[in-house]
């Protein structure tokens, strides 16, 4: 089994739809996130959490929501999808040791493609 | 806004040669990362460079650091068809959300 899991891999969804993008790991990692990818825009942080009380938005929250419904799993939605949602999300996870993250890396998911027509 | 740009967007090598992409980033970091994606894949961790470090080595991948100049470079030697993909920069500023260039594409031809 995968360290991260994302679900579903593929979506396809009409305009307006509410619709949720489930994210479990077995690493441990106490710090969760989303990205979405764009071509040609690299990955861009959606939200994070580096504990289960603790949500923060990234740089592009609008029309998102998250859950943190325990430390191994991290859930995105979007409210209302709409076109410009299109695009590849990616869920990763990381750990912290004390009180500094450990330097090994993010663990990735294998993404989930999403459509808004 | 990205942290990081890789240089080049896209680069294309025969088998056996080197592929070397920069990274340039914009405030001071923690660590700098790179990462390799399949394509439409997740993203695969490669190697983590410290800000207090110069050079790093792991299998055929060399990085570099240079905090003066605020970049980093990435050398595959060797390049094998497996090693077709995108590969991305990754900075750590001190709080830690790893901020992603937009990747250079590099295909390798046998």
């Known amino acids: 089994d995968a360290d991260v899991t994302q679900t579903p891999r593929n979506r396809i969804t009409k305009t307006g739809k509410r619709i949720m993008l489930e994210c479990s790991q077995t690493?441990?990692?106490?710090?969760m996130y989303w990205y979405r990818q764009d071509p040609g825009l690299g990955l861009r942080l959606i939200y994070y959490s580096f504990d289960v009380k603790d949500i923060n938005k990234g740089e592009i929250s609008d029309g998102y929501s998250v859950s943190r419904q325990a430390q191994a799993k991290f859930s995105l939605s979007l409210e209302s999808a709409i076109p410009n949602q299109t695009a590849l999300y990616f869920c990763a996870t990381s750990h912290t040791e004390g009180l500094l993250p450990r330097d090994y890396g993010y663990t990735f998911g294998s993404g989930t493609r999403l459509t808004v027509v | 806004s990205q942290q990081g740009e890789e240089d080049p967007q896209a680069l294309s090598i025969q088998e056996g040669e080197n592929a070397t992409m920069n990274c340039s980033y914009k405030?001071?970091?923690?660590?700098l990362q790179w990462y390799r994606q399949n394509s439409g894949r997740g993203l695969v961790h490669l190697i983590l460079i410290r800000s207090n470090e110069r050079e790093k080595h792991s299998g055929r991948l060399r990085v570099t650091l240079d905090t003066s100049k605020k970049s980093s470079s990435l050398l595959i030697t060797a390049s094998r068809a497996a090693d077709t993909a995108s590969y991305f920069c990754?900075?750590?500023?001190?709080?830690?959300?790893?901020?992603f260039g937009a990747g250079t594409t590099v295909t390798v031809r046998a």
């Open positions: 405030t001071s970091i923690n660590n």
């Open positions: 990754a900075t750590a500023p001190n709080d830690y959300k790893l901020s």
């Open positions: 690493k441990g990692h106490d710090r």
